[in-house]
Every structure is written in C-alpha cells, then in structure tokens.
C-alpha cells in the first residue's frame, strides 16, 4: 500500500461563467478541485491551508474513518474550522472501501465550489469485477451562481426564506452547450468503437437532485458510494447530493457525438427549481469519425425524465443489488424511527419582518424527530465527548418521533414547530442498528438523501406513505442489498437503513441538500469506544483546530 502527499490550498480564484468572472473560492485555484487517486489500503495525508476569508474544513465524503474521526470534516461535529491563515493535515487509511467518493467543503456552503472526485481503484493486484474499461472519467455535477453562494445563503439565513436557485448547473465545473457564453468548454468525454469507458458520475450539487443521461447508449450500474452493485442496465440514473453512480458505457453507436446531459429531478411539488440542463459531449475518437469530421458535427440530445418523474426514481432505485448474498445484522439491538422533513417555525415578535419571509410571515425550518439541529460555535461534539466536556450536547435525541401522526398525510400545523437543540443519539459499540427513516409532508413532501459519515449502512427497503411495520417488515432484503452511505428517502415515503456500530465517534448523519442542514435536518451518534485498543478512536493530532 501507499502513502499519497497532497497540498490543498484554499483561496479565492477568478472564474468565469455565464458569461461573468467571480472571485470564487478554489483548492489550488482548481474548479473542480484536485482529483485524487489512491488503491484501496492506502493512505492519504492531506495538508489544508486556508487562504480564504472564511472558515474551512475537508470532509471525505464516504470514508469511514475507522478509528480516525478527527479526520472526518464536519465542523463543529469533528473539528473546529480552519480559521482563515491556518493549516490542519487530514491523515485517514482506505479500509475495504472500491469505487468512487469525493470530498468537499464541510463548512457554510462553501462546497458549492469547494469539491473533487476521489478514486478508490481495487487492491494493488486486485481488479475489477468487470471487464477493464479503456478509459475512465469522473463526471462531477454541480451548480453554479450568478452571485457568491455564501452570499446566497446568508440573504437566506437573514431573511428565513427559501435561498435563490442557482443559475446553471455544471458538469466538471463546465455549464455546457446550452448555456451562454460556455460553448466552447463544454467537456469531451472521449470513447472508441468497440470500448467501453467508466463514468464515475459523481452528484455534487448543493440543493437539487439530478438526472443523467448518455443519448442513445446504455448505462451499465456497476457501482455506488465505493461499493460494487450486481450490473444492471437503465438509460437514466438518478443521483441524490453525495451519491456516486459508477456506470460502464460501450462504444457501440455510429461513431459521432452524444450529448451527456443532465438536470433536476424536482420531487416538492410546487417548489421552485434551477429548471435547466447540463451537458458534456460523448465523442467517438475512432478514425471514421475523423474522416466523417464528426468533431464538428452536432451531437445528439437524450431525452431525460419530467422534473417529477418519480417513477423512474424509484424504478431506479429498486433495481440496487449487492453483487452477492451480504451479512446484514438480522438481529437488531436499536430499532429507530427518525422522520425527516421540513417545517415552518413562528418568528418570535421582537424579529424584524425582514427576518420572516417564509410562508405567511414565518421561518423555514426542518428536523429529525422534531428536533431541529444546532451546531456548536465554541469546540466541536466530537472533542466534547472524548474528552467529557459538558455543556455543548445532550444525548435525549429520540429514538421515536416525540408522537404518532400521519406523517405523509395532512400534517396538522400545531406539528410544524420543531425545537433547535444539539442533541445526540449513544450507540454501543458494536450494537446493531436499524433506522426507519420516514419522510413528511409538513410544508411539502420531498425526496430527502439522507446521508450517514463514518459508515456505510444496508439499503434493505423502501417505500411510499407511512411505514407500516407489519406490512413492510416481511418486503426486507436481508439477502443482497446495496450498501450505500446516502439514501435518498421517497419523497412522502420512507426507507429503512441497517448498520453495526463498530466506528467509535462523533458520526452526523443529515440530509445532504445543503439548505436543509442549515434549516436543521441532522443529528449526531455518538458511538463509544469499546473495550480494548484496537476500538477505540486514535488521540487527535496535535494540529487538530481548535474554537
Ligand atoms: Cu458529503 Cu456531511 O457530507
């Protein structure tokens, strides 16, 4: 196994799209950032500095970070924020882990530019379960603003209502064809006759599911969020914020031009959305295309699915399967029922009105179980729990919703109040865990990805309404189901998630569309240390941030 230096700058770059330059800010003056690839069993050490003027951290998103918490990310959850002119080195160890994750910003929205693919490529002599691609590109979907981000969210945390969509998406920093002035950056993703080529197509959006689609060619699913899947073949995938889909495509069409494209799967009714497409272009690179001068032909739209084609999302998402039989725990030692959804809270009267431009004079706001989650501000959840520092969490996070109500049905409004507070959940170590994640219709139903950090966690059903766990107990898969670490729950429906806690730590688990974690759809495990050295969590490193 290897040892992988990398330097990441954080600082403000000059970029240009749709036609304008913004300062925005960059690792290493990169949009995307770096791409890093790495073997499974390798190690990273990634040295941080922040050259920005705001606070900063780095989360792997899907490692799982066995016993190295600190190098999680989250701020205030593992780590104070990198202050602006400071460093702290991540240093973590690719345990099992094959595929494709990224990593991001974990701080504000400031992964709405600060983010890159990492590549998990099999064991030195290992290879793939299927055949080897020619050519492999990461495809990172993302979206782009006409204004800072930061300054988008803060207008939006000022005001209590909904922040502005963004203006374009983008695949690998680039809008594409259909947008102006980006014409000529589209991105080429290049592929021969007769071979096939990886597309590691990462979802890093802030706000918004997306659709993509190849015109005219197959998508064979061979993998997500760094497991392998039993191939299946589907002309659309559908990737929640945080998800990776890793699809083979074959060089099977007349050699020409294709557009890749992507845009938003929409799932709130009535919300709005960034209703525009992204694309890149396929092009076959083989000699007829040159002698056709395909390179300047016009490539060929895919059709995608409505904004709201909820049955394909779910089609999809069904056809998940380990590639063979998994040990999932069958006995469950914590059986947990978490809503997710949104809500609306009263202004309190001393609020200016400018403060309460939600719904009819409110706030938006959303929540775990009615609790809605409040970061610390002085030291982070995990360094108060090694260290048995009171005062910064509580641990009565519910295990149930605090009363039964029909959560997918007509919501009364009295339910539309949820509590800020930083509570945790205590897992043992090593107990097994079950979580009915069920989403609501208060203010409006939604398609919520759920996203869980140092774990990967079973899939084992999902479904529409209000689970019924009489019903929907015997529809379980305990044979193949896929391993994930972010599960995008149907919209007005539920899915239900297994795991063993054999990770020490301080673990968020949230909805990863960035504007709901403001609003407070997250809470934290925080799982113990076990009994004997090899469990417990590793002292932190003496750079580690401090509030
Ligand atoms: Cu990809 Cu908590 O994040």
Known sequence: AKTHLHDFVIQATPVK???????????????????????????????????????ATIHWHGIRQMRTGWADGPEFVTQCPIRPGGSYTYRFTIQ?????????????????????????????????????PKRETPL???EWWNAK??????????????????????????PGDLYNCSSKDTVIVPIDSGDTNLLRVINAALNQELFFTVANHKL??????????KPFTTTVIMLGPGQTTDVLISGDQPPARYYAAARAYASAPGAPFDNTTTTAILEYKSAPCAAKNCASSKPVMPSLPAFNDTPTVTAFSKSFRSPRKVEVPTVID??????????????????????????????????????????????SILQAYEQGIPGVFTTDFP????????????????????VPGTKGYKLKYGSRVQVVLQGTNIFTPENHPIHLHGYDFYIIAEGFGNFNPKTDTPKFNLVDPPLRNTAAVPVNGWAVIRFVADNPGAWLMHCHLDVHIGWGLAMVFLVDNGVGELQSIEPPPVDLPLC
Request: net charge positive; with cysteine; charged share 20%.
């Open 399 to 418: 295990a149930n919703p605090p009363r039964k109500f029909d959560y997918t049905g007509n919501v009364s409004r009295s339910l539309w109040q949820p």
């Open 220 to 229: 064979t699913v061979v993998g997500a969020d760094a497991s392998y899947t």
């Open 149 to 174: 981000p930061m300054d988008v969210v803060r207008e939006a945390t000022r005001t209590g209502a909904s922040p502005n969509v963004s203006d374009a998406y983008t695949i690998n920093g680039q």
């Open 17 to 55: 799209r749709l036609c304008k330059t913004h300062n925005i800010i960059t690792v290493n003056g990169q949009y995307p950032g770096p791409t890093l690839e790495v073997n499974n069993g390798d190690t990273l050490i990634v040295k941080v500095t922040n050259k920005a003027r705001y606070n």
């Open 334 to 379: 914590e059986n947990l029922f978490f809503t997710v959804g949104l809500g609306l809270n009263k202004c309190p009267k001393h609020f200016r009105a400018r403060r309460c431009q939600g719904p009819n004079g409110t706030r938006f706001t959303a929540s775990m179980n009615n609790e809605s989650f409040v970061l610390p501000s002085n030291i």
């Open 96 to 132: 099992g882990q094959e595929g494709t994750l990224w990593w991001h910003a974990h701080s504000s929205w400031l992964r709405a530019t600060v983010y890159g693919a990492l590549i998990i490529r099999p064991k030195e002599g290992d290879s793939y379960p299927f055949t080897k």
């Open 140 to 142: 990172l979907l993302g």
